[in-house]
């Protein structure tokens, strides 16, 4: 029996927002602040999905097909109809029919299904080293002599995978390709030397320093 399809409105944007990725929004375009209105009124999601071409301002956009469901989580409202909105990525979808008769884009969804995390001491290895690594990184990042840092991990691979690779600093290609995969140990695998790999840059460079505000859902100084 076929999968019944759940309607989804959808939001193109030039950004690959990952689940349990927080990202604030300036909605000012008339079709997107009629859709987030009956997304609050119907306390329904939306989805986030990366242009492929097209603009993000006028017009129609061609998405990538797969995309993250979002919901809003806090919003502010400006006298003149504009809004800004807080949202929060829960679940991964992806596009099997596209409705362009509103006046935004509505995409006909299925679950994007992440296989079964494997067990073993190599996976568990791996997931270690992810930890330490992403540490290592945050930790050089956010390096000052006026308070220690702690990272606080979340205690889900798959969690873990999507939390680190929202926060590196990646193409949106690389993004999307991490979106799409459906392997939790897969994405540990190409995340780690990426992490390495900034780690090496951040040791170079000295330029870059993250706030703690941006780290707010990993650090907890004290």
């Known amino acids: 029996m076929a999968r019944e399809l759940e309607a989804l409105p959808l939001f193109p944007l030039h950004t690959v927002l990952f689940p349990y990725?927080?990202?604030?929004?300036?909605?000012?375009?008339?079709?997107?602040?009629?859709?987030?209105?009956?997304?609050?009124?119907?306390?329904?999601?939306?989805?986030?999905?990366?242009?492929?071409?097209?603009?993000?301002?006028?017009?129609?956009?061609?998405?990538?097909?797969?995309?993250?469901?979002?919901?809003?989580?806090?919003?502010?409202?400006?006298?003149?109809?504009?809004?800004?909105?807080?949202?929060?990525?829960?679940?991964?979808?992806?596009?099997?029919?596209?409705?362009?008769?509103?006046?935004?884009?509505?995409?006909?969804?299925e679950p994007v299904i992440e296989l079964e995390a494997e067990e073993g001491p190599?996976?568990?290895?791996?997931?270690?080293?992810?930890?330490?690594?992403?540490?290592?990184?945050?930790?050089?990042?956010?390096?000052?002599?006026d308070f220690n840092i702690q990272v606080i991990f979340p205690p889900d691979a798959t969690a873990l995978s999507f939390v680190i690779a929202n926060y590196l600093h990646l193409e949106n290609l690389e993004k999307q390709h991490l979106l799409e995969t459906t392997d939790t140990v897969e994405r540990l695998q190409e995340l780690v030397p990426l992490i390495e790999r900034q780690i090496v840059r951040a040791k170079k460079t000295q330029t870059f320093r993250l706030s703690r505000e941006l780290l707010s859902d990993w650090i907890h100084p004290n």
């Not at 061609?62 to 829960?90: F, L």
């Open 21 to 109: 990725a927080t990202i604030q929004l300036h909605v000012f375009e008339e079709r997107y602040r009629a859709m987030v209105q009956h997304c609050l009124d119907y306390d329904a999601p939306f989805g986030v999905v990366l242009i492929r071409n097209g603009p993000e301002v006028g017009g129609i956009a061609d998405p990538y097909m797969v995309g993250t469901a979002v919901r809003i989580v806090h919003v502010y409202n400006y006298d003149d109809g504009k809004m800004d909105i807080q949202i929060y990525g829960e679940r991964r979808f992806r596009i099997r029919k596209i409705d362009e008769s509103k006046e935004y884009l509505v995409g006909h969804v």
């Open 122 to 145: 190599m996976v568990d290895e791996l997931v270690d080293h992810a930890r330490t690594s992403f540490k290592t990184l945050i930790e050089g990042m956010l390096a000052r002599p």
